[in-house]
């Protein structure tokens, strides 16, 4: 089991369980999946989700407080009938975080944020404890407003959902010829990455669907890694070891990096430094503090 207790600003690998089926919950939480997304929303019929919420529920009270915090539920999208129940249900038993499903802006962060301030208060429960990931872009709407979340209360991270946007957009595929997404998910891809950075969250890439092709599951992660993603959604539980390697930087990277840090802190007045031949400035400080503080946390 990863560490408990991890942020949400950390987490590479997260591990989607139906809410409905005990076993893959467990199943999920007993690996090395830094977040478990226990879901309500697509893997769970609508005339199961009242049962789902109380399995959903009784699991979360099953664990200690230091699991939790790495037990996640997503939830029903705000603008359906089933979300105040979901939260209902689910926050007494006070899971790590919220995954929001087709949030249309950083409105719909806020009124999130109302429901759970007072259905902590109303459960004893610290006020502001449960964290939120938001799915954005996850429709054609949301597209438009991946630039709205600075600010927004409890969130920690924003990911995007290429399989809704394929069908709000009315598509048959979302693929291009050469067997990767096509145009339109591509830029909505980056207007999460680039939303993230607008709010100050980390961005995690969307899934990857053929969960037994774990060498394109690792050429993706990597990909996301080195574009800016700090981590990415699973569907299976063998694709987390994938994930979760792909996100940790190898030992090259981390010593290159404290060079870096130990050359500028040697002439802190330096603008640039000269390593290897090339020129780095601040922009290249920065980086390699990032990936050493991220590595301190994995």
Same mark, same amino acid.
């Given at each position: 089991?990863?560490?408990?207790?991890?942020?949400?600003?950390? &987490?590479?690998?997260? /591990?989607? #369980?139906?809410? %409905? $089926?005990? =076993?893959?919950?467990?199943?999920?939480?007993?690996? *090395?999946? +830094?977040?478990?997304?226990?879901?309500?929303?697509?893997?769970?019929?609508?005339?199961?989700?009242?049962?789902?919420?109380?399995? &959903?529920?009784?699991? /979360?009270? #099953?664990?200690? %407080? $230091?699991? =939790?915090?790495?037990?996640?539920?997503?939830?029903? *999208?705000? +603008?359906?009938?089933?979300?105040?129940?979901?939260?209902?249900?689910?926050?007494?038993?006070?899971?790590?975080?919220?995954?929001?499903?087709?949030?249309?802006?950083?409105?719909?962060?806020?009124?999130?944020?109302?429901?759970?301030?007072?259905?902590?208060?109303?459960?004893?429960?610290?006020?502001?404890?449960?964290e939120v990931i938001v799915l954005a872009p996850e429709s054609a709407e949301a597209v438009f407003t991946t630039g709205t979340y600075r600010g927004a209360p409890?969130?920690?991270?924003?990911?995007?959902?290429?399989?809704?946007?394929?069908?709000?957009?009315?598509?048959?595929?979302?693929?291009?010829?050469?067997?990767?997404?096509?145009?339109?998910?591509?830029?909505?891809?980056?207007?999460?990455?680039?939303?993230?950075?607008?709010?100050?969250?980390?961005?995690?890439?969307?899934?990857?669907?053929?969960?037994?092709?774990?060498?394109?599951?690792?050429?993706?992660?990597?990909?996301?890694?080195?574009?800016?993603?700090?981590?990415?959604?699973?569907?299976?539980?063998?694709?987390?070891?994938?994930?979760?390697?792909?996100?940790?930087?190898?030992?090259?990277?981390?010593?290159?990096?404290?060079?870096?840090?130990?050359?500028?802190?040697?002439?802190?007045?330096?603008?640039?430094?000269?390593?290897?031949?090339?020129?780095?400035?601040?922009?290249?400080?920065?980086?390699?503090?990032?990936?050493?503080?991220?590595?301190?946390?994995?």
């Amino acid at each position: 089991m990863t560490d408990s207790g991890l942020s949400g600003f950390d &987490a590479r690998s997260w /591990l989607f #369980a139906p809410g %409905d $089926s005990a =076993r893959k919950m467990e199943k999920a939480a007993a690996g *090395p999946a +830094d977040i478990v997304l226990i879901d309500l929303e697509d893997a769970v019929a609508v005339a199961e989700k009242p049962a789902a919420r109380k399995r &959903a529920a009784d699991f /979360l009270a #099953a664990h200690s %407080d $230091s699991d =939790r915090g790495r037990l996640w539920i997503r939830v029903n *999208p705000l +603008d359906g009938p089933h979300t105040l129940a979901d939260l209902a249900a689910i926050v007494p038993a006070r899971p790590g975080g919220i995954m929001l499903p087709k949030s249309r802006g950083g409105h719909d962060v806020r009124t999130l944020d109302h429901y759970l301030s007072a259905l902590e208060v109303a459960a004893g429960a610290e006020p502001g404890d449960i964290e939120v990931i938001v799915l954005a872009p996850e429709s054609a709407e949301a597209v438009f407003t991946t630039g709205t979340y600075r600010g927004a209360p409890r969130l920690t991270a924003l990911t995007w959902g290429v399989e809704d946007l394929a069908e709000s957009l009315g598509a048959s595929t979302n693929l291009g010829p050469d067997g990767g997404y096509g145009f339109t998910y591509e830029l909505a891809r980056s207007l999460c990455l680039v939303g993230a950075a607008t709010a100050g969250v980390a961005a995690v890439d969307t899934i990857y669907g053929d969960y037994r092709d774990l060498d394109g599951a690792r050429a993706r992660a990597e990909k996301a890694r080195r574009e800016g993603f700090r981590g990415m959604l699973a569907i299976h539980p063998d694709q987390v070891e994938v994930i979760n390697a792909a996100f940790a930087p190898s030992d090259q990277e981390l010593a290159a990096a404290k060079e870096i840090v130990d050359l500028f802190a040697a002439d802190p007045e330096a603008g640039a430094i000269g390593y290897r031949g090339a020129l780095l400035d601040r922009p290249h400080l920065a980086r390699a503090q990032a990936l050493l503080a991220n590595r301190r946390h994995s």
